[in-house]
């Protein structure tokens, strides 16, 4: 007895050693990792990025008691391809979460797209999971329709959510409601019994049965180390808060919403808190793309950057970013280096010890850990490059505070005319195109430092304009001399309405089978 | 000694039951009052605004130990009418800092304006001076050339600075560089000798100068309650910044301006601390206006609002407002009450108990008090309603979330075309209009808490439009008739080269007087 208290307190003396001293490696056990991926929230949604309404204050507490990016960027403007790039490392050009049935283009898993996330893409979850990690996917995933993307076969122990995102409702007869999962049965459908949304008033329970699920998750799970992805799509439209957040935000019911995650945030917090995880849980809290400018009053804030969502200005792809693990990570660090999601699945192979089963393949981050930690002298860290892509097309690039845009488009006539415009009260001459618009011999030139909103071009026939200019070239082509045997093959140009979850494992237990309809594969049509 | 003792016990004792009770009043002497007062410094520009750069650590402590308003308003958008509205709680349209040779047309107090701030306005300086203040102006007066409106002859018993801006260099031959005071003294003029700025490399130790003589005033006023203006002009062009932050800034020049400023609020309230006088001393940050737009990369952030200076939309009046008094105003304190710079008015009456001599005069703001102390059940703040002018023209007004908009006009071409555009980057179809555009028939409706940014109009089809723009009709109204008897007389309308500073009182002293010319009076040309 009194030796095996002994061994305790060497034990609890090489953990805290490893804490203090912010290596994490020398931590006796492999720290928790959530990250809190938030759907079409903005960059200046948070009360913490300045938001007028202020009214997030648990994420704001991450950022007080972390480290916030100023300059934190989504792998893409749009949902399953920014997904793709945090759960593998990689740009969608990449591991093909695009179209090329028209040259920059956008896309994304609708029910009926029939690829998906191939099995030889590794996943940060499959890493984790290999050094014994416990991983569950909450809510959102959407990087898939096959079978090898579905997340209990990209890493994941544990899976409670959809595939796609929660639109609708739909007849039920030509297109079935979005199916739920827990892990791989189906167990309901949006619209339907628990999965309730009433678009009338705006409430729904999802952000609170994600919430539960996620704390149910580290309860079960305060002795193993485990990876929570809690991907909660409250924010994306048809929007829906709980019962008791309607009509208090200032925000209207955008605002609700935002405050129902926070809320949600918190409970997870306060979890680790009260489980004393938190001084072994690396949390990271971010966005797959900036807000959907084009829903108008149903859509989040970019704060002062140019359009939004589906676009390459800053708006499409500047994000929140924060870095949360008390007594680890430096306590209200600013930090303003450019950073990406993709930088994620490095920081976290560089938190465990990780690594990549093939190091020949790409990786498009880099590990942000040397900023986090207490910086030694000698921590270098590669200025990062941010790419914006929009299809197959290199729209932009940002090196330093520079950005050149050597193709500019806010949307096509017909995705303006049915949704709204993602500039709107926006507008910069033959820049924000109504149509693909090509800059090459011209690239748009900004400096994102003095101009943030891309408001004033730099004139080509500045000696400034020419350097920087020069830089970025390079840095483009040598981006795309990368790129050469690792173009991903497209996987969002087949749809099929016979591949809808018409009757998914597991839709019998529940009586919710429906007819399947046959199957009719055609080019998708992409028309933003 | 004994006995002594006892008694500074006692009177410790009496100064912390003041302090904590929260009401100023109760406190053994009259607080000092510090008001920290920006130049075209934008909303968007702290870095507790949600600044991408996040340069200003000094302003940033002062939110986070204060109260940081997100709805703070100037009292009009451009500089003097702005002043003039703090410095005694009146819209512009009363104390008569307004042209209206044209309607809806701005102006300010360029030097060959002859007009000023009337003797029977009563500032805020005069009320404090009768209770036994010293107060002191330092940095940008810019509310009148007469001699009634010197800030000696309207309360401050002390001045060290300029009645215009620091506009130039001038020829000296058709016009004299604009002078500085100090008191009733010329001491020098702008870009010659100490008040040097230099426009090739941007350095002008105007900041350093106005912070140094803050310093030193405070420190020879420990003794006696003390108001000081520190309206440090840096962020107004021409730019300039001391030496050692040129170069430092993400953001450019204008960046460096900032990080100056923000050193120069460090020393302030370094200075307070050591003096120990911080736990008496209420300090209020804020702005004449929004970022000068037009003046493109040299102007500052108007976060994600509607254009910026000159103009009526948001970004034209949204400024920064953070309350700091330690131990008195609670601790990091989010206060979404619209408010205005005329409220610090009746706020700073309220701290100290004072009254106005003449209590019919109509006031145009109210004591934030109530807000910012521990709030007693019974709190009750009158909703504000903000009213956005162009000169003598009522272009918007603002109740609740609800801002009506009933003209519009972005600049004249001309101003268009000398300068800039106070809209670059942003655009709403016949909103952001070249041109003054009358809509009373059907004004432009937005709701600031779900749009900030005015580019969603509610739709006037709409039950919501009917009845909130009738709220407003109403307030409009009511404002309009409390004008009655109460309209300034216009001191914008006549210029008159002759009374430039060619040779101030003191000129002999410092060998600086220039030979005087002519008197030739004619209406000023007002043209934005």
Known sequence: MHRDRYRLLILLGVMFVGLVSGNP?????????????????GWGDPGCYGNEAQETP??????????????????????????????????PIRTGIYTNTHFGRNSVFFPNVTGGLKAEEETIAEILA????????????????????????????EFFGSNGN????????????????????????????????????????????????????????????????????????????AKEFLGTSQRGLYGDVVRDLDYGVGQIIAKLKELKLHRNTFVFFSSDNGPAGYQGLESGSAGPFMCSKITTFEGGMRVPGIAWWPGVIKRGQIEKEPATVMDLFNTILDITGSEVSNPERPLDGQSLWPLLIDKPKDATLKKNTIFYYRGDGLFAVRVGDYKAHYWTWTLGERFKNIYGDPCSGQYLENFTTDTLTDHNDEPFLFHLGRDPGESYPIKPSTQEYQEQLAIINKARDQHVQSLIGDIGEPQLNICDNGILGWSPHGCEKIDMCLPPIEHNPMPCRWFF
Chains 1, 2 share one sequence.
């Open 25 to 41: 490696k020398k931590t006796s056990r492999n720290p928790n990792i959530i990250i809190l991926f938030m759907d079409d929230m």
């Open 58 to 91: 648990n994420i704001d507490r991450l950022a007080e008691q972390g480290a916030l990016f100023t300059d934190f960027y989504s792998a893409y403007p749009m949902c399953s391809p920014s997904r793709a790039g945090l759960m593998t490392g990689r740009l």
């Open 130 to 157: 290999a050094r014994g990690y416990r991983n569950k996917a909450i809510g959102k995933w959407h990087i898939g329709n096959t079978e090898e993307s579905h997340p209990m076969n990209q890493g994941f122990h």
């Open 166 to 241: 929660h639109l609708g409702p739909h007849d039920n007869i030509n297109t079935p409601n979005v199916e739920v999962f827990r892990d791989r049965d189906m167990v309901g459908r949006y619209f339907e019994r628990e999965f309730f949304m009433n678009l009338e008033t705006g409430e729904s329970n999802l952000t609170r049965l994600w919430t539960e699920d996620a704390i149910k998750f580290i309860e079960r799970n305060q002795d193993v180390p485990f990876f929570l992805y809690w991907a909660a799509d409250g924010t994306h439209t048809p929007l829906g808060a």
